[in-house]
């Protein structure tokens, strides 16, 4: 199970982009093959940090592991002529996943791979009281 796929690439970064990258033919058509090679690739790195963290495969995919997996997907597409940008961008999420790695960003889930059940209500808490009948001094 990879943690982005076709349509989420489609979305970020448009089928203009990922014809140019995948069409060798010449069809004017995505090709899906490279595309879910590329895919697979950026999944198994994630996986690689993950696992010091987390039991796989995790329960839910977050978020941030579907933009990484496509920045980091868009990438090895591009092989060796990748531009500043989408280099950039796949050094900020392997970054992102040594800090994960290591436990200094959360994907919000527990050890098991599980988002943490919550009541979603508010708690108050008071500091106690700032003036109380025996500290006015006769002033009531």
Request: proline share 4%; hydrophobic share 40%; glycine share 8%.
């Amino acid at each position: 199970m990879s943690y982005a796929e076709l349509e989420d690439l489609q979305a970020r970064f448009g089928d203009a982009e990922l014809v140019q990258l995948t069409d060798v033919t010449g069809s004017g058509e995505i090709d899906i093959a490279p595309i879910e090679r590329a895919l697979d690739d950026a999944t198994a790195e994630i996986d690689g940090y993950l696992s010091a963290r987390y039991q796989l495969p995790l329960a839910s995919v977050p978020v941030v592991l579907v933009r990484l997996c496509a920045d980091m997907a868009r990438y090895y597409l591009h092989d060796d002529h990748a531009p500043d940008q989408i280099t950039e961008r796949h050094k900020a999420a392997v970054q992102t996943l040594q800090r994960i790695s290591k436990g200094e960003v959360s994907l919000g889930m527990d050890a098991a791979g599980e988002s943490p059940q919550t009541a979603d209500g508010a708690e108050m808490v008071s500091g106690g009281r700032v003036w109380a009948r025996e500290d006015s001094k006769g002033y009531i």
